[in-house]
């Protein structure tokens, strides 16, 4: 039940985050693509926390979860809240396999990183 939480709580993060991150990045007028260090700590945190309750393998895959979120709700966000983002980005900014998969994979890579550097 632990997990759910942590998980739940890392998806509510990444909400958020990226929510605000839209908005401020297109009033502020400063690129949104700089808020990729939060959704890398947000990744790291969710990691760690899980590892810390249920082992490396869980906090890793945990970490991925976060990053499947963030690469498919988490873009919906940014696209809906017109984040700024230059014009040629989002001609290729579309939710695909790929992207989703290279996300997880990254997310994954953040918290394994994370959690051998502070467990």
């Known amino acids: ?35 990729t260090f939060g959704s890398i700590i947000i990744y790291g945190i969710v ?17 991925g979860i976060i990053g499947i979120f963030d690469a498919t709700v988490g873009m919906l966000i940014s696209k809906k809240l017109n984040a700024n983002i230059p014009k040629e980005d989002i001609a290729n900014m579309s939710i695909t396999p790929k992207l989703v998969f290279s996300i997880a994979v990254t997310a994954s890579v953040i918290g394994l990183i994370t959690i051998l550097l502070f467990n």
């Not at 509510?12 to 839209?22: E, K, P, Q, R």
């Open 1 to 35: 039940m632990e997990l759910i939480l942590i998980i739940l709580t890392g998806c509510i993060a990444v909400s958020i985050f990226d929510s605000l991150g839209a908005i401020l990045s297109r009033v502020l007028k400063f690129k949104y693509i700089w808020l």
């Open 47 to 63: 990691a760690f926390y899980a590892a810390k309750s249920n082992g490396l393998l869980i906090g890793v895959i945990a970490s």
